[in-house]
Every structure is written in structure tokens, then in C-alpha cells.
Nanobody, 124 residues
């Protein structure tokens, strides 16, 4: 497992943008399967995107609006055109045993390392 720390959440009006960061302590390359998930009150945790050496997969609900990138030991989630439906706690996750996320990239159960989360609130 690897310690993960998210930051960058906050409150924004609909149509606005935010950039979330996820820093992996003691790591320099993030050369394994990583993911962004979110969980709204009363709802199950759902995938936002996953990223590995083969590329990035996005949930249909965020395609064209969210972008994942990596720099050294930090994974970013750039979010544009936010809507109230994007309001949730956002989590970063990592699975060091997988170089590639593969078919189960949407499944939070494959990820063993999780950050504490950062809240994103989008108002109308």
C-alpha cells in the first residue's frame, strides 16, 4: 500500500472548474493502476477515472469534462463544466499489484490504497 493525500476540493458554482491533486508519499513515478472515485451522500462509491501505463478511462458522466494527468508522484483530476451532480467526496486510490487496471477499472474493490478524500460541492 501507499499513503495517498488528496487536496484541491472546495465549493464552486455550476459551470466552474476545480483541480484535485493526489500525492503518493514515498513514490516517484505512480507506475501502477490508480483511480479517482467519488461518493455522494446516500449513494455508492463510483469511479470517475482510472489511469495506468496504457492510458486513462473515464466514466461516461465525466467524459469530455474531466482530465487525469500525472506529474512525478502526483495524480491530478482537472474538472471543468461542473454541475450539482458532481457534488461528492472525491477519493484517490491506488493498486500497487497492478501495472494496468484492466477490465475491473470501475471496481473500487480492486484498490487497496485510499486517500481520506476531498469534498467537492457544486451549487446552482
Amino acid at each position: 500500500q501507499v499513503p495517498l493525500m488528496e487536496s484541491g476540493g472546495g465549493s464552486v458554482q455550476a459551470g466552474g472548474s476545480l483541480r484535485l491533486s493526489c500525492t503518493a508519499s514515498g513514490d516517484s513515478g505512480l507506475s501502477y493502476c490508480m483511480g479517482w472515485f467519488r461518493q455522494a451522500p446516500g449513494k455508492e462509491r463510483e469511479v470517475v477515472a482510472s489511469s495506468d501505463g496504457a492510458g486513462t478511462n473515464y466514466a461516461d458522466s465525466v467524459k469530455g469534462r474531466f482530465t487525469v494527468s500525472k506529474v512525478d508522484n502526483t495524480l491530478y483530476l482537472q474538472m471543468h463544466r461542473l454541475t450539482p451532480e458532481d457534488t461528492a467526496m472525491y477519493y484517490c486510490a491506488a493498486e500497487l499489484r497492478r501495472l494496468y487496471c484492466g477490465t475491473p477499472w470501475r471496481n473500487p474493490a480492486i484498490f487497496l490504497s485510499w486517500g481520506q478524500g476531498t469534498q467537492v460541492t457544486v451549487s446552482v
